[in-house]
């Protein structure tokens, strides 16, 4: 499958609001609602911020939320903070027991 | 605490394999499965594939079928990924991530293992 498609890079001021986006095909964002979310900061692992597209897992700052639509999903982060900048991937089930990565978005917080 | 701890860095020569290990901890090993995701230096994340811990089912992208097997061993709460015939373009970090998925819901990937270094040079 082909990667999903995410911008390479988005910024935004402390305190203000900013979305990711993640366009895929109907063969896997819009096909299903098995959308995650991961946050990586240099030299970690991965975390996860979201699954199936708007949840939460537990620990994870309600600035972050989770929406979807048609064959687009979307990460918004309400009130960046200095500590959000990271680089952020989304993934989605792509049927048949696969899923696949969208290229990433680096967060710059200016 | 629930975590994946990951086996330490390799160096191979192109045309070897290298096997992975993944030792899970304060959970129940087979009641989630494991997935591998292998990331290349300033590149993305990538995934390879996933395993059932319990039945050892198994499921890989196209990509790497053929050429990577993940296995496990219950008894030790262990998962295993070899990779063979491995070439330059291998080189990357490896990371075992759980992961749970009903019909209805899937929690993708919630616990990471700390990463193994491979690295592929002549």
């Known amino acids: 499958q082909s990667a999903l498609t995410q911008p390479a890079s988005v910024s935004g001021s402390p305190g203000q609001s900013i979305t990711i986006s993640c366009t895929g095909t109907?063969?896997?964002?819009?096909?299903?609602?098995?959308v995650s979310w991961y946050q990586q900061h240099p030299g970690k692992a991965p975390k996860l911020m979201i699954y199936?597209?708007?949840k939460r897992p537990s620990g994870v700052s309600n600035r972050f939320s989770g929406s979807k639509s048609g064959n687009t999903a979307s990460l918004t982060i309400s009130g960046v903070q200095a500590e959000d900048e990271a680089d952020y991937y989304c993934?989605?089930?792509?049927?048949?027991?696969?899923?696949?990565f969208g290229g990433g978005t680096q967060l710059t917080v200016l | 605490q629930v975590q994946l701890v990951q086996s330490g860095a390799e160096v191979k020569k192109p045309g070897a394999s290298v096997k992975v290990s993944c030792k899970a901890s304060?959970?129940?090993?087979?009641?989630?499965?494991i997935n591998w995701v292998r990331q290349a230096t300033g590149q993305g994340l990538e995934w390879m594939g996933w395993?059932?811990?319990?039945?050892?089912?198994?499921g890989y992208a196209q990509k790497f079928q053929g050429r990577v097997t993940m296995t496990r061993n219950t008894s030790i709460s262990t998962a295993y990924m070899e990779v063979s015939s491995l070439r330059s373009e291998d080189t990357a970090v490896y990371y075992c991530?759980?992961?749970?998925?009903?019909?209805?819901?899937?929690?993708?990937?919630?616990?990471w293992g700390n990463g193994t270094t491979v690295i592929v040079s002549s």
């Open positions: 991530a759980r992961a749970y998925c009903t019909s209805t819901s899937c929690l993708f990937m919630d616990v």
């Open positions: 304060e959970y129940s090993f087979t009641s989630y499965d």
């Open positions: 395993m059932n811990s319990n039945s050892g089912n198994t």
């Open positions: 109907s063969s896997d964002v819009g096909g299903y609602n098995y």
């Open positions: 199936d597209v708007t």
């Open positions: 993934c989605s089930y792509a049927g048949s027991s696969s899923w696949v």
